[in-house]
């Protein structure tokens, strides 16, 4: 059996800018330590939340190594390192296990996406390339591209393959790749409203949005489960829930974004091709947040 990478929430963190673009470290030191006061598992680092997309290669290292440095063991660091380019996400995989990044998360292809051989392919050679853990990322509304539990079972095969994050938001696919992949294959929640029924189904966490802004309520919804208290969990997944959707009202990280702004966390400060959330979206996202209990500056 695989040892696992983390058992409980892992926050999807956002890398805070500065108002001319610039990463704000000073920002992302305090809420590094913000999340692993709260009680959070894991950090994801420069993942999709963490707008890995527009980051320069040296920014996305610069990132990624002060995040790792910062944490300093305290909790696993999982590196976001997938690409459509199979070469590149090696290459950024072996500098983030050089960084000492504890697990690596790989995505999808995306655009030129592949075939489910292509796939095996291309996660394979990214794990063979590695000494570090891999988390598989299956989120085909955002890459065109799905891991298919038959595929899952065949990449579970591999001994640095050790999960896959699921958002594909496909219940009935989730049972399946849990199914034909027993222990050889770690399943996380991608998405917080999914939490519960991928638990129920075996999972270990999630890796999540929310807790950018609830790291506490996220971590205990998890060790609500794991102490056999279902009901005490799903209570708190409809308790958030209609914040948790909000949260992808506008494409990803822009609500979490403008969420942890009006916390004053950080400035909301996204890159383009993302905008600042839009004034009717936020106003609704203040309000499900003040329901829910947060301070707001």
């Not at 000073?26 to 993942?47: F, K, L």
Request: charged share 20%.
């Amino acid at each position: 059996m695989k040892q696992t990478v983390f058992t409980g929430a892992a926050t999807a963190i956002i890398t805070p800018f500065a108002k001319d673009g610039s990463i704000d470290f000073e920002s992302y030191g305090r809420m590094i330590d913000w999340q692993i006061e709260s009680g959070i598992n894991a950090i994801v680092s420069v993942g999709t939340t963490g707008e890995n997309a527009t980051l320069e290669d040296d920014e996305h290292q610069e990132a990624l190594d002060f995040c790792i440095k910062r944490v300093n063991g305290r909790v696993p660091v999982i590196a976001g390192t997938g690409s459509n380019n199979t070469a590149h996400a090696i290459n950024m995989s072996k500098c983030a296990c050089d960084m000492g990044a504890d697990a690596l998360l790989v995505v999808t292809p995306y655009y030129n996406k592949a075939t489910q051989k292509g796939l095996i392919a291309s996660f394979e050679a990214i794990a063979d390339s590695v000494s570090k853990p891999c988390i598989l990322y299956n989120v085909p509304s955002r890459t065109g591209c799905n891991i298919l539990p038959e595929t899952a079972a065949v990449l579970a095969r591999h001994p640095n393959i050790a999960a896959i994050k699921e958002a594909s938001g496909d219940i009935s696919q989730i049972a399946k790749t849990a199914e034909l992949c027993g222990d050889d294959l770690d399943i996380y929640s991608g998405n917080d409203d999914q939490t519960v029924p991928i638990l129920s189904l075996g999972g270990k966490g999630v890796i999540s949005v929310l807790s950018n802004i609830m790291p506490a309520e996220t971590a205990e919804l998890c060790a609500r489960f794991f102490r056999g208290d279902t009901k005490g969990a799903l209570e708190l997944q409809m308790k958030y829930l209609r914040l948790m959707n909000h949260l992808f009202c506008e494409v990803n990280p822009i609500p979490v974004k403008a969420a942890c702004a009006a916390m004053g966390i950080c400035k909301n400060v996204v890159r383009l091709p993302l905008l600042p959330m839009e004034a009717k979206n936020e106003e609704k996202l203040r309000e499900l947040m003040r329901e829910a209990g947060l301070k707001l500056k």
